[in-house]
């Protein structure tokens, strides 16, 4: 008897609920990071955003009599609609994304497999649309903040309101300070006031480049929970990549084609012109390294083909480049994935594998057909 099933469909030992644990051990390392350095309450968004994805999938497999948590996809869907949330977010907030994410980007399609687009994007955007306000609002990591701040205070959590504890992602101060018009050298005007770590700063020093770029890098900056640690995403992309659970193409080509049109075009806004754009910094900050690692490579919403997989890539990155420097939001990721989501029927109906055996015909054999018909 055969079983006919929706994708993904994986030949080999891999399982999906296999593959969903690498994920998640991929993702454990920038999410504890995250939890440490902004404290238990994120720690609790995250908590909660799991509970919630793994109780609207109990509850809909009630429903349509199908027991799916032990394929581990919800726990992933929450644990990136956690990372996603910005350290003190509501607490409401999460619950809603990961409801919807569940709910509607994956249960209305007809569950794993099924869905057009990556859930954890869908409750994302569904949330920051919603409240956007809430879901703007950061605070420093606590690497940031001298002992002298601390120690003046009771507790980092009792006082996290405090001026000294706020604070915008370097992205959102770079957009403020281009609709302020300042261009040119004064494009980090906004991040003077910002403090560096002293590890950051003697780095920047001995290469020569930008401070911000290397504790952006290393995971002291204002963000979202799991997005902040740019190297602890990449060990955990490397381990996916050796596990097989992922390839390199489409992280490989986002970042590479985002990085270029970077560097070409991204001096432009600040009147810098041509081949003048900030290349370190952009990388590392936002939620960047994230998507292109670890939901633009989602299986279910990406293209099937390797060239297909090459253009939805490079779509994402032009998307990113697009929204963050041109248009109005400072951040552009979720929005630029989602949008190639939508694409990817289309890549995958032009962009096809040739056919196994199948031998292109020369000129001469060309003819003879056409001369026959």
């Not at 993702?27 to 404290?39: R, Y």
């Not at 604070?167 to 959102?172: F, R």
């Not at 056919?355 to 003879?368: L, N, Q």
Request: proline letters at 5%.
């Amino acid at each position: 008897m055969t079983t006919v099933r929706t994708s993904p469909h994986i030949h080999g030992p891999l399982s999906t609920n296999k593959a969903m644990l690498w994920v998640i051990i991929a993702l454990l390392p920038s999410t504890l990071w995250g939890c440490f350095v902004f404290g238990w309450y994120a720690l609790l968004v995250v908590v909660v955003s799991i509970g919630s994805a793994l109780l609207a999938e109990y509850l809909l497999g009630l429903i349509y009599h199908e027991f799916t948590l032990r394929d581990l996809s919800a726990v992933v869907t929450g644990l990136l609609v956690g990372m996603n949330m910005p350290p003190h977010v509501p607490i409401y907030i999460p619950i809603l994304a990961s409801v919807f994410a569940i709910a509607v980007a994956k249960w209305t399609f007809g569950g794993l497999g099924s869905n057009w687009m990556n859930p954890a994007l869908a409750g994302r955007v569904f949330v920051f649309f919603s409240f956007t306000s809430q879901m703007s609002t950061f605070v420093l990591p606590r690497t940031l903040l001298s002992s002298a701040d601390i120690l003046s205070r009771a507790s980092y959590a009792n006082h996290i309101n405090a001026d000294v504890f706020s604070g915008a992602t370097p992205l959102s101060l770079l957009k403020s300070g281009l609709s302020m018009g300042m261009t040119g050298n004064n494009q980090f005007y906004m991040l003077n006031g910002r403090p560096v770590t002293a590890f950051a700063e003697r780095i920047g020093g001995a290469l020569h480049i930008n401070p911000f770029a290397v504790d952006a890098f290393f995971g002291n900056t204002a963000g979202c929970i799991g997005e902040v640690s740019a190297c602890l995403l990449i060990c955990g992309a490397i381990f996916l990549l050796i596990m097989k659970v992922i390839n390199w193409r489409i992280p490989v080509v986002y970042i590479g084609s985002f990085a270029i049109l970077t560097w070409i075009f991204g001096g432009i806004p600040y009147e810098r012109g041509f081949f003048s754009g900030e290349l370190l910094l952009p990388i590392f900050s936002g939620g960047l390294m994230l998507g292109a690692l670890f939901m633009a490579t989602d299986w279910v919403t990406t293209p099937t083909t390797p060239w297909g997989e090459v253009i939805f890539a490079v779509g994402c990155g032009f998307f990113t480049f697009l929204i963050r420097y041109f248009g109005s939001l400072p951040e552009g990721v979720s929005l630029a994935i989602i949008l190639m989501n939508i694409v990817t029927p289309t890549i995958d109906r032009y962009v096809k594998v040739r056919k196994f055996g199948y031998v292109k015909p020369s000129k001469k054999e060309k003819k003879r057909v056409e001369a026959k018909a």
